[in-house]
């Protein structure tokens, strides 16, 4: 059993940057792929992009490509994703998954992820 979960959410202005966290316990090393999602209100989810288990991959869908960056922190076991240039279209609950050994190639597939977190609310506005 792994616990995910996320941090780092918030209000933030247009243009603004923000980093969201995604914490997996207990140590996993370099077992889990983590991919993050996000859900605007009143839309389907959708993957936003994904880091192998051995941190070779990275994956973003390409609307977002340029934007948004995930890395990881093995030390702590922790998954980012840091997102600037933000719009108010980005407002919505991002959410990140576990998938054991998960190498991204098909990150945009939910029912590969074991483990989910409970996602967080970023909101951009003025």
């Known amino acids: 059993q792994v616990d995910v979960a996320e941090s780092g959410g918030g209000l933030v202005q247009p243009g603004g940057s923000l980093r969201l966290s995604c914490a997996l316990s207990?140590?996993?090393?370099?077992?889990?792929?983590v991919a993050w999602f996000r859900q605007a209100p009143g839309k389907e989810r959708e993957g936003v992009g994904c880091i192998s288990h051995d941190d070779g991959i990275t994956v973003y869908a390409d609307s977002l490509k340029g934007r948004f960056t995930i890395s990881r922190d093995n030390a702590l076991n922790t998954v980012y994703l840091q997102m600037k240039d933000l719009e108010p279209e980005d407002t919505a609950v991002y959410s990140c998954?576990?998938?054991?050994?998960?190498?991204?190639?098909?990150?945009?597939?939910?029912?590969?992820?074991?483990?989910w977190g409970r996602g967080t609310q970023v909101t951009v506005s003025a």
């Open positions: 998954a576990a998938d054991e050994w998960g190498n991204c190639e098909t990150y945009t597939l939910e029912y590969e992820y074991d483990f």
């Open positions: 207990p140590v996993t090393r370099n077992y889990y792929g």
